[in-house]
Nanobody
Framework: QVQLVESGGGLVQPGGSLRLSCAAS????????MGWYRQAPGKQRELVAS???????NYADSVNGRFTISRDVGMNTVYLQMNSLRPEDTAVYYC?????????WGQGTQVTVSS
């Protein structure tokens, strides 16, 4: 199993930045893929960015060039650096891990972009 603990959400003005963290309970080298998803009110959960165990990354078109997924292997932590935030980025952001063909989710962290 994998436990995921997210942190770093909050309220930010348009154009601002936030960094989300997702700490895993096991080595992220053992996890096939880790990613960030988000869900806005009334919308489906969508992929924001993901990273495989070998470091390959994937981004949603809407965040490409603004968001960056990275990791600290020693800390078993994956980050999402979010720059140039827009009101439409407002959502609950979830960390997801794929381990042994099973999906594990964090509890979610709220990101609100508003002036």
């Amino acid at each position: 199993q994998v436990q995921l603990v997210e942190s770093g959400g909050g309220l930010v003005q348009p154009g601002g930045s936030l960094r989300l963290s997702c700490a895993a309970s096991r080595s992220i080298f053992s996890i096939s893929s880790m990613g960030w998803y988000r869900q806005a009110p009334g919308k489906q959960r969508e992929l924001v960015a993901s990273m495989t165990s070998v470091g390959d990354t994937n981004y949603a078109d809407s965040v490409n060039g603004r968001f960056t997924i990275s990791r600290d292997v020693g800390m078993n932590t994956v980050y999402l650096q979010m720059n140039s935030l827009r009101p439409e980025d407002t959502a609950v952001y979830y960390c997801r891990a794929v381990f042994a063909s099973t999906y594990y989710w964090g509890q979610g962290t709220q990101v609100t972009v508003s002036s």
